[in-house]
């Protein structure tokens, strides 16, 4: 760990292990259980630490055919699931919680090539299970997260299984690579494979909000940003953070939490646009309504909480 040829510097805080790369920052946080600093070039990415993600917010179909009330634990896991279990590895070396005072023995110059930190969550469903998250930082910067959900018997379906990045400022567009349109499992059809542009966090207009924006079968995603939350910060210009799948992964960059849009009735009980929330998905359930809005999503287009589910993305810093 004191090879200063490594490229990352590490700091044993007692709250927070800091790990510095090539103009970047990743602060995962003891306390809060998670990763909860994510700055480029000193702009920050994280208003929220990241956390799993198991539900968006219902369709009307969803609510025709009960599935939100049969699955309406998830919803309480997405907000309340608490991590139980934290382990920190750099350069290979299970150092497992290095708090005070076994921090003590780290200088303020450590250097290593990798770190590896992983979070540990328990879902508050019945019963209840295991949800790991592992973030890597490697030598040039870039953040490889992995993140495994253990299947458990007796679990209800899934909406959605990811991550969830809440940024601070509300983005001016986003491009990406897959299929064009918003998309889901059994709503791929339509979609044509490129690269596009959205200005912008586009709502769709329905009379009673719900889920909307998701993109499938995404190869690389950039989002970017014009404004911070530092008004101390005097340069304006846009700058960027970029998500690659491994191979592809599902998304949705919208101005709401799927509680926000879960809790309002008509469009116009939408607050106004404060953040960005970026949904990173591995596993997502489909929308149903093939014969009229109450149908059931077929078979292949359900997520299946009794088996394990795993997903990746990398973090590339602009």
């Known amino acids: 760990m004191a090879n200063t040829t490594d ?23 003891y306390d809060r259980g998670g990763l909860e600093s994510l700055a480029i070039d000193g702009k920050e990415w994280l208003y929220r630490v990241a956390r799993p ?16 009330e049969r699955s309406a634990m998830w919803l309480g896991a997405d907000l309340f699931s608490p991590c139980v279990a934290i382990n920190v ?14 921090n003590n023995r780290f200088s303020n110059h450590e250097m290593a090539s990798s770190v590896i930190v992983t979070f540990t969550y328990q879902t508050t469903t019945v019963p209840s299970t295991t949800v790991a998250i592992a973030y890597t930082v490697r030598a040039d910067g870039t953040l ?14 899934l909406p959605v299984f990811g991550l969830r990045l ?17 998309t889901y499992p059994d709503r791929m059809a339509g979609g044509t494979t490129g690269t596009y542009h959205v200005d912008g966090l586009p709502v769709t207009p329905y009379l009673v909000p719900q889920e909307m924006g998701m993109h499938m079968d995404t190869k690389q995603l950039t989002v970017t940003r014009r404004q911070t939350l530092n008004n101390a910060d005097p340069d304006a210009a846009p700058f960027s953070l970029a998500i690659v799948g491994t191979p592809t992964f599902a998304f949705s960059c919208l101005p709401y939490t799927p509680f926000e849009l879960e809790n309002a009735t008509h469009i116009e009980e939408l607050p106004i646009p404060r953040r960005t929330v970026l949904s990173l998905f591995g596993a997502v359930r489909g929308v149903g309504g093939i014969d009229s809005w109450g149908a059931d999503v077929a078979a292949p287009y359900h997520i299946d909480a009794t088996m394990d589910h795993e997903c990746d993305f990398v973090i590339r810093p602009e």
């Open 7 to 29: 490229n990352l510097r590490v700091i044993y805080g007692d709250g927070v292990l800091g790990v510095h790369g090539p103009h970047v920052y990743y602060g995962f946080s």
């Open 53 to 68: 993600a198991f539900w968006r917010a219902t369709t009307d179909n969803d609510r025709g055919n009960h599935f939100s």
């Open 89 to 102: 590895q750099v350069d290979g070396v299970d150092l497992g919680l290095p708090l005070a005072p076994e």
């Open 144 to 157: 490889a997260i992995h993140e495994h959900f253990g299947g458990q018997s007796e679990l209800p379906e």
């Open 166 to 182: 809440t940024m601070p400022t509300v983005a001016s567009s986003f491009d990406y690579t897959g299929l064009s349109g918003e």
